[in-house]
């Protein structure tokens, strides 16, 4: 089966510019995540959808980052502006999460979006 | 609360030999421990996980073993090869919520 697919691969902007990360998760996969991981740190959950609802946002920094995943399947990641520290990779997963969750639904990662803020 | 812990961050290791990654965890909400591995360019992906009422679980060359009364957990790589030579991360769940350590850059030298 395909993976998780997402664009660009690359980016680079000057700080207070804006950017949209694109992702489009395996098929079926009811639930989708954004993370954000820092050089040399683990993934860090921004955002995360069940089917298209939110479900946590709690850690993602609403004053400048907003997403949204429209009839349930692809998704779109936003900053506007952005900041110097908002260089990282951008990773998009989805899971399947067969009604009720699980802890144990693999999560499975797409390959990321470098954003180099300068 | 949410932190998961661990060390080292990077270890070189001689092909043949074991390499070992240590985890530790607060949350006694967390109630699912996978290990992932990164290479460069490329996303996490799953490797390896534990239920914490099992004290040990083993898939080819790779084992996990989990401490529940010590909230520790940690991964060996038996017979590691160059081609293992990645970053692993630890983590732990709770609900479908993943929470990731910082990292261990694995270097197999041939």
């Known amino acids: 089966e395909a993976g998780v697919a997402q664009s660009p691969r690359y980016k680079i902007i000057e700080k207070r510019q804006s950017v949209a990360f694109w992702c489009n998760p395996i098929s079926g996969h009811a639930t989708l995540y954004w993370y954000q991981q820092i050089l040399g740190q683990g993934p860090k959950l921004l955002i995360q959808f069940q089917n298209n609802g939110v479900v946590d946002d709690s850690q993602l920094p609403k004053d400048r980052f907003s997403a949204e995943r429209l009839k349930g399947v692809d998704s779109t990641l936003k900053i506007q502006p952005a900041k110097l520290e908002d260089s990282a990779v951008y990773l998009c997963?989805?899971?399947?999460?067969?009604?009720?969750?699980?802890?144990?639904?693999?999560?499975?990662f797409g390959p990321g979006t470098r954003l180099t803020v300068l | 609360q949410q932190q998961v812990k661990q060390s080292p961050q990077s270890l070189i290791v001689q092909k043949g030999g074991i390499s070992i990654i240590n985890c530790a965890y607060e949350?006694?909400?967390?109630?699912?421990f996978p290990w992932y591995q990164q290479f460069p360019g490329k996303g996490p992906a799953l490797l390896i996980a534990i239920r914490p009422d099992v004290s040990e679980k083993k898939e080819g060359r790779f084992t996990i073993s989990f401490n529940k009364s010590a909230k520790q957990f940690s991964l060996h790589i038996m017979d590691s090869q160059p081609g293992d030579s990645a970053t692993y991360f630890c983590?732990?769940?709770?609900?479908?919520?993943?929470?990731f350590g910082e990292g261990t850059q694995l270097t197999v030298n041939p």
């Open positions: 949350n006694t909400a967390f109630d699912y």
């Open positions: 983590a732990a769940t709770s609900g479908s919520r993943l929470t």
């Open positions: 997963a989805s899971s399947l999460d067969r009604f009720p969750v699980t802890s144990t639904d693999t999560q499975y």
